[in-house]
């Protein structure tokens, strides 16, 4: 076993430090070091997007990215985004329009939703299904999830008007 | 309108708060104090003989606790099989042990070996890799009719072949039924394979044993869909725990579909292992562990013949099944080809007569149990296919053929045992042409047509058999279970109220939907009312959930001991106005006596069963909790009507699915958005099946599609908006909710639609000798049959 690394990265905009094996996968320092466990392993192989996050502006699968990899990187998770407390408009959306049932692939569909609207606002509804291929659900059939990507879009943009 | 809250109402869940926001709790963020990593070593061929297991390198790998084997476990009890089938002759079903680690042989590939545990699961995987196992490689039997062969390879040494039983359904009737075929105007036949699925919910399967020295306690966390029968099955029949020192803990599900109903290897393992090394033991599945040991579904080849009389009324129904069950009689397998499928093969029509013939079949493969529908998709594909077919034959609308032979009055007694209690086919289907637009279809066609694709129209019907019950028949038929569901309500002082029930959410939405029911009755809001399931030390007994029964039996149960809550507390009531109780009413939360203005609050009567200062104590005792079994009289009956469109390019072969639409009837429905949601997901993983889905094996036994590389999953992009109904409601007749159950309705009803759309888009365009294609409906196979 090789020596422990020590890696220090941005997670929701805490800093945080820990050490890990080099061969550790990010998923597994969130999830067991940091005990981040809202993004959920579901594949291991870069299938199924449950282990999605968002990594220096970029929709990850974070079981397939050495922990090592992201060494002061900027990670944010289904936990940076809103909180029970305070949902963020896409988290009520997916609320409002049923976009989950037993909520083990939903962390990473609203990491990579969250991030879809960033790389395009107004996304069409092929968009959507695309922009989504990545994250897999078995639950829904994925209707309740492309509207609730469209009614978040729909708010986002028009709280954005509002503001501006 | 709906109250808010009520039942009626498409109330926003709220279990999605903690989802959303990465707060849930699913077993794998478990993690004891102390707690060791296990690895399985499986075996990477179909079928061995162990000759030696080496594990001294592994053994003093770092930080390897201990290494268990088949030794391990010998004189402790194997996994036991739920339901008994008995044979054509009246014999019982072949029934072979299965280990909790493999004992002598390996019978398919991922059949768990050895078991690593070791203080992280890095080093428990390091260690798995430095055993030494000493495997003869025996000739493995994959196919089902060969390994039926005189002279096949035996999987279990000490069964007489590898035959589990040979299944004749109603075998009273096979005479009739031959007479009836030989005096037929028309014939139908077909020959089909329902497709071998992997149910892949997203969660893997996890387990967490842990044991207190101090008490003699065990409990396991594990995935379940039913912890009550996991505690009761492992207990009784694997580790000879009794029920009062073991508890089982399933919290948050990610999903299940069925495949998390049976009782596995690693549970019992972990629960064992952390009796023996007295801490924590934890296995994680991987998805590569989950291909190769979850149960698989379906794995159905069937022959089935339609015969109809020259009016083109069904006459007579014969089907020759084999179902594959895989290396072990996984929890449930035996009673899905049989109870669950034969049943079920009246479909919506009176057909007078009815045989099915099933031959289950050991074979070097994971074995093969319940997956969403269970026997009812099988049942339903083969059915509707053979119908379709039958119209293209006879040159009559496929719809006018079904709509003639359509069972009409209900009650109806089916020639294979079960009695329909309320339906309206003809409804549904009317309802799916409006909703379909089929009058539009010729419009769309030539559309398509002009954008040089072939477009084709599938509809088709089903029915469903809901809540499996009564306990005392399932008892006949060779369940080893009962099949009721348990509740208990218990009222707080200041009027809260917990229930806590044996069916067990994986992603249905109880902890919202329960309520609303229970805070209608009581007419109060539906927050004041909390779910507990899950959890063996909470609910008395459950059943769990499977089988679309939640609502119909788990709900009904909560319906009954909420009965009791009220009779109870309209007596506490009565007491303190003075009243006798057959004159309180309760409404809207108040209790009134009838034609006066004397009222008192819930809270005030809840306050009173608790602070029993003004209270009958010679006549009740103090505070307010019941509890309530429910065995249903019936199954439930949902049944509707699917349409689907496909386009197909014909330059390759790719199907896309232009649209589908569904119309079900479920009966009364608590919450609507719940309800379309489900049947979404259905439609999913029917679509799935039909385009997408197939698992596949070699020759030798390897698992070919091990990963979702190779197993195709629906994506977004693979499905379209579907269009759903269920406005056409006919209430069950013997529940008190009037409920069906609306769970695998989707699963059921879909594949036949897509395959049924596929052949007529071939069909229309002159491939006029393509009359069936098995799923999944790739685009090879599509091209394949276009070029004849």
């Not at chain 2, 493995?140 to 062969?149: G, I, N, R, S, Y």
């Not at chain 2, 966390?221 to 009550?228: F, G, K, V």
């Not at chain 2, 919202?512 to 539906?526: C, E, H, K, L, R």
């Not at chain 2, 019941?626 to 197909?648: I, L």
Request: charged share 20%; aromatic share 6%.
């Amino acid at each position: 076993m090789a020596d422990k690394i020590h890696l220090k990265m941005t997670v929701n905009g805490q800093p945080v430090e820990t050490l890990a094996e080099p061969r550790e996968l990010l998923i597994h320092v969130l999830r067991e070091r940091l005990d981040i466990t809202g993004p959920h392993i579901g594949c291991e192989t870069t299938h199924c997007g449950a282990c999605t996050v968002d990594l220096d502006g970029k929709s990850v699968k974070s079981c397939t990215v050495f922990a090592a990899q992201a060494d002061g990187a900027e990670i944010t998770t289904v936990e940076g985004i809103g909180s029970p407390d305070k949902l963020h408009v896409l988290q009520e959306m997916f609320r409002e329009h049923h976009g989950l049932q037993c909520g083990f692939c939903t962390p990473g569909m609203i990491t990579r939703a969250w991030r879809l609207l960033q790389e395009n606002p107004t996304p069409s509804e092929e968009e959507i299904r695309f922009g989504m291929a990545g994250n897999l659900c078995r639950c829904t059939g994925y209707q309740n999830i492309v509207k609730a990507i469209m009614a978040a879009a729909t708010e986002m943009n028009a709280a954005k008007e509002a503001a501006e | 309108m709906p109250k808010d809250g009520g039942i009626g109402a498409s109330t926003k869940r709220r279990e999605d708060i903690r989802f959303l926001t990465g707060t849930g709790q699913y077993t794998d963020d478990i993690n004891l104090r102390g707690q060791a990593h296990v690895a399985f070593l499986r075996s990477d061929v179909a079928h061995g003989r162990i000759k030696g297991i080496d594990t001294q390198a592994a053994a003093a790998m770092p930080g390897v606790v201990r290494i268990f084997t088949g030794a391990d476990f010998e004189g402790i009890g194997g996994l036991p099989c739920g339901w008994q089938v008995t044979d054509r002759q009246g014999n019982p079903m072949q029934e072979p042990g299965h280990p909790v680690l493999a004992q002598g042989k390996v019978r398919h590939v991922g059949d768990p070996i050895a078991a690593v545990v070791a203080e992280t699961r890095e080093q428990a995987r390091d260690a798995v890799e430095a055993i030494e196992v000493d495997i003869e490689e025996l000739p493995a039997v994959v196919d089902m009719k060969a390994a039926l062969a005189e002279g096949a390879p035996k999987v279990h040494d000490d069964l007489s072949s590898n035959l589990c039983y040979d299944w004749g359904f109603v075998e009273e009737n096979k005479a009739a039924v031959e007479e009836a075929f030989a005096k037929a105007a028309h014939v139908t036949t077909l020959e089909l394979v329902n497709n071998r699925l992997i149910a892949n919910p997203m969660e893997p399967r996890v387990a967490v044993g842990d044991f207190a020295p101090h008490s003699g306690d065990s409990t396991l966390y594990t995935t379940s869909q039913n912890p009550h029968v996991i505690r009761l099955l492992m207990g009784a029949f694997v580790l000879g725990i009794p029920e009062h020192k073991l508890r089982v803990v399933a919290p948050d599900v990610g999903g299940g579909f069925g495949s998390k109903i049976f009782h596995y290897a690693e549970e019992a393992f972990c629960t064992f292992a952390a009796k023996q090394l007295k801490r924590p033991v934890k296995w994680t599945s991987s998805r590569a562990e989950a291909f190769m040991s979850d149960a698989h579904g379906r794995d159905h080849v069937t022959k089935i013949e339609l015969a109809l009389d020259a009016e083109n009324n069904f006459t007579a129904l014969r089907t020759e099944t084999h179902a594959n069950m895989g290396a072990y009689l996984s929890t449930f397998a035996p009673s899905v080809p049989t109870w669950l499928h034969g049943t079920l093969m009246a479909g919506n029509y009176k057909t007078p007569l009815i045989y099915v013939n099933v031959k289950a079949v050991f074979t070097n493969t994971v074995p093969v149990d319940a997956y969403r529908g269970a026997g009812r998709p099988e049942a339903t594909y083969q059915l509707e296919r053979v119908i379709d077919k039958a119209a293209r034959e006879l040159g009559v609308d496929p719809i006018a053929l079904r709509r003639q032979n359509f069972v009409t009055e209900f009650p109806y007694a089916t020639p294979v045992a079960v009695e329909y209690d309320t339906g309206d086919y003809v409804a549904t289907m009317d309802k799916l042409e409006q909703i379909a637009d089929l009058a539009g279809f010729e419009k769309r066609l030539a559309e398509s047509k002009a954008r040089g694709k072939l477009r084709g129209l599938g509809v088709n019907c089903y029915i469903e058999a809901c809540g499996i019950a009564p306990s005392n028949l399932v008892g006949q038929l060779g369940a080893r279970a009962g099949l009721y569901e348990s509740a208990t309500v218990r009222v707080n002082a200041t009027g809260g109220l917990v229930v806590m029930t044996g069916s067990h959410s994986h992603g249905q939405g109880h902890e919202t939907s329960f309520p609303q029911v229970v805070a209608d009755m009581i007419g109060i809001d539906a927050n004041m009312v909390e779910i507990e399931h899950g959890d063996t030390d909470k609910a008395p007994m459950g059943m769990g959930t499977y089988g679309s029964r939640s609502l119909a039996v788990g709900g009904s149960a909560i319906v009954r001991a909420t009965e009791k809550i009220i009779a109870k507390a309209k007596k506490i009531a009565a007491h303190i106005m003075e009243a006798s109780a057959d004159d309180i009413e309760l409404k809207d939360g108040r209790f009134t006596v009838a034609g006066t203005d004397k009222s008192l609050a819930w809270g005030d009567v809840t306050l009173a069963a608790y602070v029993p200062h003004n209270y009958p104590l010679e006549e009740l005792e103090p505070g307010l909790e019941e509890t309530a079994f429910y065995d249903p009289s019936n199954f439930t009956y949902p049944a509707g009507a699917y349409a689907c469109e496909v386009e197909v390019d014909p330059e390759t072969g790719k199907v896309t699915i232009e649209s589908f639409a569904a119309a079900d009837d479920f009966g009364n429905i608590v919450n609507p958005m719940i309800v379309s949601g489900q049947v979404h997901g259905g439609l999913a993983q029917g679509i799935g099946q039909a385009l997408l889905e197939g698992c596949v094996y070699d020759e030798n036994g390897q698992l070919l599609t091990g990963s979702y590389m190779d197993y195709a999953m629906p994506r977004a992009a693979d499905v379209p908006f579907y269009s759903v109904d269920h406005s056409c409601q006919t209430p069950c007749t013997h529940n008190p909710l009037g409920v069906k159950g609306c769970g695998e309705a989707g699963a059921i009803g879909s594949p036949p639609a897509v395959v049924n759309a596929v052949v007529d888009a071939l069909q229309r365009a002159g491939h006029t000798g393509v009359t069936h294609i098995d799923m999944p409906l790739s685009p090879s196979r599509v091209w394949s049959a276009m070029q004849g």
